[in-house]
């Protein structure tokens, strides 16, 4: 049996510069976001922690040739 939930997500990144990254946050939500240098390959790195005053977006200096993830802290 097959059941729809309604999930809303609003972790996006929007948008990757050379050294900037930004996604979409929550008031009072952690995140971490994690790098590494092979995207197929070894362990992502944690790059920094953030924890939001406000909703909206969020910014964060990034290094090139590196690969990114943005995760929400449990």
């Not at 809303?8 to 240098?37: D, H, K, M, P």
């Amino acid at each position: 049996e097959f059941r729809r939930v309604l999930c809303r997500s609003a972790l996006r990144i929007t948008a990757l510069t050379e050294n900037l990254l930004t996604f979409t946050s929550e008031e009072g939500r952690s995140y971490v976001v994690e790098q590494r240098s092979d995207l197929s390959a070894g362990q992502w790195q944690p790059l920094t922690n953030v924890i939001c005053a406000g909703a909206g977006e969020t910014t964060v200096t990034t290094s090139s040739n590196l690969y990114y993830r943005v995760r929400l802290r449990q």
